[in-house]
């Protein structure tokens, strides 16, 4: 009978100490999780950045429609500038083409050959936050006066209830006041930066 209680505490004792190491865990677990998730995000937020300033290059303004900029990848060419001949150690570039020692060409080139160069780029992903089954970025673009200047800006931003509310308990875990209130966001509307503000 003694043997059969010393066991029965042993299971207890065990179970016990998987819960109390599971309560534990949970909240390692969840961070693990939104660094994977938010990495994804972020990712995602600077190729649209990327894709921004390539657009604002091209036509002087940042576009406030995600399908546009898809568009924009897959059908329009960008300028890229390309110097003929050879910079003598003694100039700067600037110097050698005033002088005739070095041409400028401009050669246009596929945005799709240039942007988002990495293998395989899922260009109709773009719009998507992942982690949440469809629902596409918030994005805004337009100009702000500053002085006698209009100044070109845009914003991308998603919520962490968009990436993050499939896990259970995330609002009791995720301690990113700042997050919480603005999202993961890249650029601003309120002033001329292209910054995340996860930098």
Known sequence: MKTIIQIGLAIVILVLVYFIYDSVMEPVRFNQEVERREAMVIQRLKDIR??????????????????????????????????????????????????????????????????????????????????TGGKRFELDAGKIERGLTQLPVFQANTHPSDYLGDIDRWNVYYTRERIIEDGLRVGSMFEASTDGNWE
Do not use: C
């Open 50 to 131: 990327q894709v921004q300033i390539a657009h604002r290059s091209r036509y002087g303004a940042f576009n406030s429609d995600l399908d546009s900029l898809i568009a924009f990848i897959k059908n329009d060419s960008l300028p890229v500038i390309r110097a003929i001949g050879s910079v003598p150690d003694t100039l700067t570039e600037t110097e050698a083409v005033r002088l005739g020692i070095v041409q400028r060409d401009t050669i246009w080139v596929m945005a799709s050959d240039s942007l988002l160069r990495r293998a395989r780029y899922p260009v109709d992903s773009l719009p998507y936050v992942p982690f």
